[in-house]
């Protein structure tokens, strides 16, 4: 480990960390010295191949990375999770980044003979995995004493928070609680140090995206609609976490970034 990078001795912990802006995150942050816990839920094959990518990236860059298959929206979990993560990291915590994609994609009503339709079991479901989770991870690591004095809580929100996408109103719901939580959090965790901040990414191409019914419309009309004329990738993300990290934005709190490109000025 190369002791220069700025972010050399530092932890993240990044709630779904596998694959899209959470993986492309992982890269970003290894590459300038941050190690790195990987929380993720995968079958058993799959995760094979996670856990060997995963290796790869660290040694690659010199840094640790630790692979945790688990639920983290599983209150068991999480504390399995302090458990074995505590050791010598107390302090070191830089970044907790909240990239979990989970949650009911149906419509709210009624337009073709036995189609599923949202419940509000499924709303309670979504709003607890893409928003309100945050809270208790960050509330278990300050706890743990696991935050560095300066340290930065990121999540991911999208457009479709504000626009009607085809059957994503629970994650719509889920993102709009998101973003009120994180105002919240900006105040009330901000005299121990943390920033907490959200990211609003252009349509990118993700697995995820391509869950969401219709999303080759998205895909398209993004493509078009894009004043620097091409989408989003998780690069861009990525790039945006890094910078949200270092000491220059110690004074970024409660923000709402886009980063599209200038697709939401259109």
């Known amino acids: 480990m190369d002791k220069h990078l700025p972010f050399s001795g530092l932890w993240a912990v990044i709630l779904g960390g596998s694959s899209g802006f959470g993986f492309a995150a992982v890269e970003k942050l290894a590459a300038h010295g941050m190690n790195i816990a990987v929380l993720y839920r995968e079958p058993s094959a799959m995760a094979k191949k996670t856990v060997a990518t995963l290796v790869e990236v660290a040694a690659k860059n010199g840094?640790?990375?630790?692979?945790?298959?688990?639920?983290?929206?599983?209150?068991?979990?999480?504390?399995?999770?302090?458990?074995?993560?505590?050791?010598?990291?107390?302090?070191?915590?830089?970044?907790?980044?909240?990239?979990?994609?989970?949650?009911?994609?149906?419509?709210?009503?009624?337009?073709?003979?036995?189609?599923?339709?949202?419940?509000?079991?499924?709303?309670?479901?979504?709003?607890?995995?893409?928003?309100?989770?945050?809270?208790?991870?960050?509330?278990?690591?300050?706890?743990?004493?696991?935050?560095?004095?300066?340290?930065?809580?990121?999540?991911?929100?999208?457009?479709?928070?504000?626009?009607?996408?085809?059957?994503?109103?629970?994650?719509?719901?889920?993102?709009?609680?998101?973003?009120?939580?994180?105002?919240?959090?900006?105040?009330?965790?901000?005299?121990?140090?943390?920033?907490t901040n959200l990211i609003q990414a252009g349509i990118t191409n993700t697995a995820a995206l391509q869950r969401i019914p219709g999303s080759e419309k998205l895909v398209e009309i993004a493509q078009t609609r894009n004043p620097l004329q091409r989408m989003t990738e998780p690069r861009d993300v990525a790039g945006v976490i890094y910078l949200l990290c270092t000491d220059e934005a110690a004074w970024i709190n409660g923000s709402l970034i886009h980063v599209d490109g200038g697709e939401h000025c259109r």
């Open 63 to 195: 840094v640790e990375v630790l692979p945790f298959n688990l639920n983290v929206l599983d209150a068991a979990s999480r504390q399995s999770f302090m458990t074995d993560f505590v050791a010598d990291k107390k302090g070191k915590v830089k970044l907790l980044m909240h990239s979990v994609a989970r949650g009911n994609l149906k419509p709210l009503v009624s337009t073709q003979k036995n189609e599923a339709l949202l419940t509000t079991e499924d709303i309670q479901l979504t709003s607890y995995a893409m928003s309100n989770s945050l809270l208790d991870w960050t509330r278990d690591l300050l706890d743990a004493g696991l935050f560095h004095a300066d340290a930065r809580i990121i999540g991911l929100t999208s457009e479709g928070a504000d626009k009607h996408w085809d059957a994503y109103a629970a994650v719509a719901i889920a993102k709009a609680s998101l973003q009120s939580l994180v105002t919240y959090m900006a105040v009330e965790f901000a005299p121990f140090g943390i920033k």
